[in-house]
C-alpha cells in the first residue's frame, strides 16, 4: 500500500497543517469518522489501511522549518518484542544514521497508532528546509526496497551500508529557542560537539547593537537537526543533539 501524501490538502498548501480544516495530521490519531476532514482521513488510516499492514515506513522530512541528517527511526516501547522487530527494520532500511527515538508526547501521533496496533514501524527523517535532493531521494528509495526485502516482500538482501547509530531518549537534546531574531549557528549537521559547546547565537532584528543570545549544548552528541531558515522566534525547535548508541 502506498500513499504519496497522507494528508492531501497540506500536502498541497506546502504546509503540515490541512487548508480546509487546520488539523495536523500526525496530531489527530486515531480520528474520528463523524469528525474534521483530517479526523475523518486519519480514521481511515487506523480502522481501514493500518489493519491491513505488517509494515509501516513513514517518510518524514524536516519540513520548511527543520533540517535534520537523514535517519530512520525506531522508538523505545513498552513491548520489547515489537520493539525489538522495529529495530531490526530499521536497521534494514540502512540510513545514514539509525535513530532510537523515545517521543516526549506520543499522543495522538500515526506511530503511536500503527504500535498499538502491533505494527513493525520505521519513521524517517530525511532532510528537510521544504525541499529534498539527489541523495535524499537516493536514500528513501533504497531504504524502502530493503524494508520490502527483509520483510520478504521483494527477493533479495538489504543494501548495506555503515550507518551511525545515536538516540535521543534525554530531554536535553532538544534545544528550544526563547528568543527573535536572526539565527547564526556554529556547528553543521553532524557535527560533534561537547555539553557546554557554543551551539548558536541569536541576533536581535530590531536592536542590532545588542549582544547576541547565545545557546550551549545540554548533552554530549552529534548536532541532527537545526532550525531552517535563519530568522527564529520563541518556542521554534533550535537544533537536536542525539546522543551517541551503542
Do not use: W
Request: proline share 5%.
Amino acid at each position: 500500500i502506498i500513499v504519496p501524501a497522507m494528508n492531501y490538502p497540506a500536502f498541497k498548501a506546502g504546509k503540515r497543517t490541512s487548508s480546509i480544516d487546520g488539523g495536523n495530521m500526525n496530531r489527530m490519531f486515531p480520528g474520528d469518522p463523524n469528525g474534521t476532514i483530517t479526523q475523518i482521513i486519519a480514521d481511515f488510516f487506523s480502522r481501514t489501511l493500518l489493519p491491513l499492514a505488517d509494515y509501516v515506513v513513514d517518510i518524514h522530512s524536516g519540513g520548511k522549518t527543520l533540517e535534520f541528517v537523514p535517519f530512520a527511526c525506531a522508538h523505545v516501547l513498552d513491548d520489547k518484542e515489537q520493539q525489538a522487530r522495529c529495530v531490526a527494520a530499521m536497521e534494514a532500511f540502512n540510513a545514514p544514521y539509525s535513530m532510537m527515538l523515545l517521543e516526549l508526547d506520543a499522543a495522538h501521533m500515526y506511530d503511536t497508532a500503527a504500535e498499538n496496533q502491533g505494527k513493525v514501524f520505521v519513521g524517517t527523517e530525511i532532510g528537510g528546509g521544504g525541499s529534498a535532493d539527489a541523495t535524499s531521494t537516493k536514500i528513501a528509495k533504497r531504504g524502502i526496497l530493503n524494508v520490502l526485502m527483509h520483510a520478504g516482500i521483494l527477493p533479495g538482501e538489504p543494501e548495506r551500508h555503515s550507518s551511525i547509530n545515536v538516540d535521543s531518549h534525554d530531554a536535553g537534546c532538544f534545544i528550544t529557542c526563547e528568543h527573535s531574531g536572526l539565527l547564526e549557528l556554529r556547528n553543521d549537521l553532524g557535527d560533534e560537539v561537547q555539553k557546554g559547546d557554543l551551539i548558536a547565537v541569536i541576533h536581535d532584528t530590531e536592536r542590532t547593537g545588542t549582544a547576541p543570545v547565545e545557546y550551549h549544548a545540554k548533552v554530549d552528541g552529534i548536532l541532527v537537526g537545526r532550525h531552517y531558515p535563519c530568522l527564529i522566534k520563541p518556542g521554534d525547535n533550535l537544533a537536536v543533539i542525539a546522543l551517541r548508541g551503542d
